[in-house]
């Protein structure tokens, strides 16, 4: 962090930080809160799983530079989703039937709960977007289809 944080001053960018102090906080007591289950939906499905999605759709428009020194940290972050899915599905397949499937059902609302608490607090998540010259509605499609597909494989053994 504080390597990145000097970096940043260095070239002169804003260092503002995107979350503010009690964002910060309020997301540390939204995790602690939960518990295993929900915390791998929340945490790989969302975060890591959804929110790599959108970040994939800005980074072809990065420099030469920018994008060799992401090829890393995306790659890391690829190994996040996976062990997170995997695990999300494995305790899945430990519950009986009809709690793992009411559990399913219950991931899209979870999903939706999260993201509008993020645009609740006042988080301008598409102009973030735009402020890159990215079409948002765009990213939007592309979460959402791979949202979809998640929960299908999520679903998958489940039905097997
Ligand atoms: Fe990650």
Known sequence: MRIHQEWIKQFGSDD????NDLQQYMFLAHFRSLNWLD?????YVCIEALGG???QQIVPMADPGTRESLKVPLQ?????????????R???????QTESAAYLQ????????????????????????EAVGVDYQKVVEM?????????ESLAQPLAA
């Open 16 to 19: 503002t930080p995107v979350f």
């Open 39 to 43: 915390f791998l939906t929340d945490m």
């Open 53 to 55: 999605e959108a970040v």
């Open 76 to 88: 890391d972050e690829v190994d996040h989703v996976e062990f997170g899915l995997s695990r999300l």
């Open 90 to 96: 494995d305790e899945l397949a430990r519950l009986p």
């Open 106 to 129: 219950s991931i899209e609302a979870r999903l939706d709960f999260l993201d509008d608490t993020l645009h609740d607090m006042g988080i301008d998540v598409p102009g973030m977007f």
């Open 143 to 151: 979460v959402m289809f791979r949202r979809q597909q998640i929960l």
